[in-house]
């Protein structure tokens, strides 16, 4: 079993910057494919990054080139490091883990992830 605890959520202000980080217990975190997500009251959660054993990250369009994942097995930890934050990225945002190598076509796929962190959440407001 694995058990996740998101922090470093908050209220920033557009163009800001603000680290998202995961922990996990429980299990090491170098056996888990990891991912974030997002989700907005009334919407659908949505896949933000992902980052495999092996340090391959995927990003959905909106967050390329303006989010970063990263891993810390040793740490048992996993970032997001989110920069020039938009009034959109406003959300709860969650990581999740699961035992599997994620591709390009299936690391959006929540159901795909069997360990998930209760959510921390990002304001972007001025």
């Known amino acids: 079993q694995l058990h996740l605890v998101e922090s470093g959520g908050g209220l920033v202000q557009p163009g800001g910057s603000l680290r998202l980080s995961c922990t996990a217990s429980g299990s090491s975190y170098s056996e888990y494919g990891l991912g974030w997500f997002r989700q907005v009251p009334g919407k659908r959660r949505e896949g933000v990054a992902c980052i495999n054993i092996d340090g391959t990250t995927y990003y959905t369009d909106s967050a390329k080139g303006r989010f970063t994942a990263s891993r810390d097995n040793a740490k048992n930890t996993m970032y997001l490091q989110m920069n020039s934050l938009k009034p959109e990225d406003t959300a709860v945002y969650y990581c999740?883990?699961?035992?599997?190598?994620?591709?390009?076509?299936?690391?959006?796929?929540?159901?795909?992830?069997?360990?998930w962190g209760q959510g921390t959440q990002v304001t972007v407001s001025s």
């Open positions: 999740a883990a699961d035992r599997s190598r994620y591709d390009g076509e299936s690391w959006y796929e929540q159901d795909l992830y069997d360990y």
